[in-house]
């Protein structure tokens, strides 16, 4: 049963951004996007001044890779919309890059600038996974944009020290349809990937991606933005744009009131 309702919820995703798309008004209001994706960066005390680079670096490389770039316009509305956070404690989270709607090269080449220009807030701290979820889960609320899909994407190397019972933040956050990814980093704990894997991830599509250290941050995150932008949940289908809708046969009513 949990499984039709997360499917009725996709669906019902999917209804409201065709809406938003055809009805009059709303496009300036509320624009509709493929994915809705926060980044969550760990900046805790295990993360060191280098480590925190490679993480900048790495997520800058990414979007301008030429092939998420194409896996962002390839999907049926041609956009997403990204910020980062970077996140420690219980109550350590801040927005370091606000929403921005990516639409093509030049849009994903200056979040990359915008992603190398930051500057670490957190210097110090322990690591609250469910702090994170809590903060990142109702950033999805006033943001101004539509996705099919939500998405929660937690980087880190460590396992949860602080903060409130982690199952109940991540079951919050499943409630509200929230898919929740993570980048583990296995440079301090080799079996970190089963711990999100069993405690952390959750909602349609979920996975978690590896990097064995730091110094392979930058392909792992390539690889992770490549699945979380092109994957399409099973048992449910995009939303069809505004051209494809356009583009619809009109069928003639059947002939003497049946049915076809």
Not at 41 to 64: H, K, T
């Amino acid at each position: 049963m949990p499984g039709r309702w997360a499917e009725l919820c996709q669906w019902a995703r999917a209804l409201v951004g065709m809406v938003l798309l055809l009805w009059p008004g709303t496009a300036a209001a509320q624009a509709v996007v493929d994915l809705e994706l926060i980044l969550a960066i760990d900046a805790s005390d295990s993360v060191n001044r280098w480590e925190y680079a490679l993480q900048i670096d790495g997520m800058a490389a990414a979007f301008q890779d030429p092939a998420v770039v194409a896996a962002i316009e390839g999907g049926p509305n041609k956009a997403i919309a990204v910020t980062v956070i970077e996140w420690s404690g219980r109550y350590q989270q801040q927005i370091v890059l606000p929403w921005m709607r990516i639409d093509g090269a030049e849009p994903a080449a200056a979040f990359a600038r915008s992603v190398s220009g930051l500057h670490r807030t957190f210097h110090n701290g322990v690591t609250s996974i469910s702090g994170i979820l809590d903060y990142a889960s109702q950033r999805f609320d006033d943001n101004d944009f539509e996705g099919y899909r939500r998405v929660i994407d937690i980087s880190s190397d460590g396992r949860q020290n602080q903060g409130r019972r982690l199952q109940l933040a991540r079951q919050d956050a499943l409630e509200r349809d929230l898919t929740i990814n993570a980048l583990a980093i296995l440079a301090e704990m080799p079996d970190l990937d089963v711990y999100f894997k069993e405690e952390v991830i959750g909602g349609f599509g979920a996975f978690v991606e590896v990097a064995k250290d730091y110094r392979v941050y930058a392909e792992a995150i390539r690889r992770k933005l490549l699945r979380e932008i092109s994957t399409t949940p099973i048992g449910a289908a995009p939303p069809p744009s505004q051209e494809q809708v356009a583009a619809l046969p009109r069928r003639a009513p059947p002939s003497g009131g049946g049915r076809e």
